[in-house]
């Protein structure tokens, strides 16, 4: 590779790693000269669909940031039965729970589709968190997010039917996309794992809802939502 071509994916690089830090919530709210800081400090890694980006069981030592791509974050239990813990995409991050501890990682995250992420080491982020404490503020934040978004989920389980937590399901992403269709953003098996039910259950309630005019099923991952009035009250 000639010294243009070295510099131009260098540029590239740093490129990608600044704008992978702009999009993060607890990175955005720092200026320009403070985000540089943060870049040089950071590694661009790319991971082809399907490869696991880390294991339970590995040491968790470093903070990974999707810049593009998803990633799914996902347990197995003692049967070999995945429960799908959250779906990754740009600027959301994981392995923020060793960092502030040494710790392993407890869940397993795989390449849903071609993915970019920009990785910074424990020590690192220490560092910027005494630096810069704000930085802590926004990481206790999202931890206090997706902590209510977790019992929310297993209070559902818990509590509400099948038909009634995919019809919320639907009716939650319609809302966050404010479409009417809903694509949805996993396949059938990690939605049903998400919703603590089976494949084929998930398919027989979209395919009843379906039969009673609430939804049109476009394709195998495109539902239209025609009643939400109705999926609203089941």
Known sequence: ???NQCEHHVEGTVEMQKMCISIVPIFNHLDANEM?????????????RGHTIYHAGDTSDGLYIVHKGRVKIYRLSE??????VRILGPGDFTGDLSLFTESVHDSYAEAM???ELCVMSRDNFQ??????PAISLKVLGEFSRRLAKTEKQAANIA??????????????????TMSKTVMLPMSRKDLASHLG???ETVSRKLADFEDNGWIRQLNNREIEIVDLDALLLI
């Open 79 to 84: 049967t070999g039965k995945e429960q799908l």
């Open 127 to 132: 560092q910027f968190i005494l630096k810069y």
């Open 36 to 48: 540089s800081e943060i870049v040089k400090e950071t590694n661009s890694v790319k991971h082809p």
């Open 1 to 3: 590779m000639g010294n």
């Open 159 to 176: 509590m509400e039917t099948v038909e009634t937590r995919i019809a919320m399901y639907l009716a939650e992403v319609s809302d966050e």
């Open 113 to 115: 589709e071609p993915v």
């Open 197 to 199: 039910t089976t494949p």
